[in-house]
């Protein structure tokens, strides 16, 4: 069965400074899609960013971007220029690609922004 | 313009009581979602529906149905509720039953006394 592991119960970061997120996860498939989703205080799920296990290149959306190692199954969430707003839950998630399935969540780590 | 919108945001109900959370989703998705993320954050599974029919379904007791009356509505009823229930139930849906990105409703807060 996949699981998602997310060794960082809390972290925090100054403001305007760089923190990375861990994420390993285990599955014996090939094709699937990683996630990392945010909850802010106002409990909304955001999907921040999105990478598909075929793709090589690292996805990024603006501050946001992973390092994604296939091999090491290790999925990493780096935020640039930490802002006070992203101060939330983090959460790495699974999905396999191209089949009826859930995606599944790891614990999530809080991240705290020191101003 | 919300695009996964469930209601009640809030409830607060009696051990016992029977309660429903209704969810809908105007993104045009065939696949709809229920979670349940417990007191200490974890996100777990429920149900499944893609086009009305039940595709996933988690060891949930029986006490939890799910209904769709049609591929935009996916509704929580629970039976006798428990102290147990509480949490916060997630809608959520994607565009097909492998979609590449789920779209999660803004969360229903239940609270059993």
């Known amino acids: 069965a996949q699981t998602v592991t997310q060794s960082q119960p809390e972290m925090s970061v100054q403001e305007a400074e760089t923190v990375t997120l861990s994420c390993t996860y285990d599955?014996?498939?090939?094709?699937?899609?990683l996630f990392w989703y945010k909850q802010p205080p106002s409990r909304q799920m955001i999907l921040v960013i999105r990478q598909e296990a075929y793709k090589q290149q690292n996805a990024t959306e603006n501050r946001f971007s992973v390092n994604f190692q296939k091999a090491a199954k290790s999925f990493s969430l780096k935020i640039s220029d930490s802002q006070l707003g992203d101060a939330a839950m983090y959460f790495c998630?699974?999905?396999?690609?191209?089949?009826?399935?859930?995606?599944?969540f790891g614990k999530g780590t809080r991240l705290h922004i020191l101003p | 313009d919300t695009a996964v919108s469930q209601t009640p945001k809030y409830l607060v109900t009696q051990m016992g009581n029977d309660k429903s959370i209704k969810c809908e989703q105007n993104l045009g998705h065939d696949t709809m979602y229920w979670y349940k993320q417990d007191s200490k954050k974890f996100l777990k599974i429920m149900f499944s529906?893609?086009?009305?029919?039940?595709?996933i379904n988690e060891t949930v007791p029986n006490r939890f149905s799910p209904k769709s009356p049609d591929k935009a509505h996916l509704n929580l009823h629970i039976n006798s509720l428990e102290l147990g229930d509480s949490a916060v139930y997630f809608c959520?849906?994607?565009?097909?039953?492998?979609?590449?990105?789920?779209?999660f409703g803004e969360g229903s807060w239940l609270t059993v006394v």
């Open positions: 529906y893609n086009n009305k029919e039940l595709i």
């Open positions: 599955t014996s498939e090939s094709d699937y899609y």
């Open positions: 998630a699974y999905r396999h690609m191209n089949r009826d399935d859930k995606i599944i």
């Open positions: 959520a849906s994607s565009q097909d039953k492998a979609g590449n990105t789920i779209y």
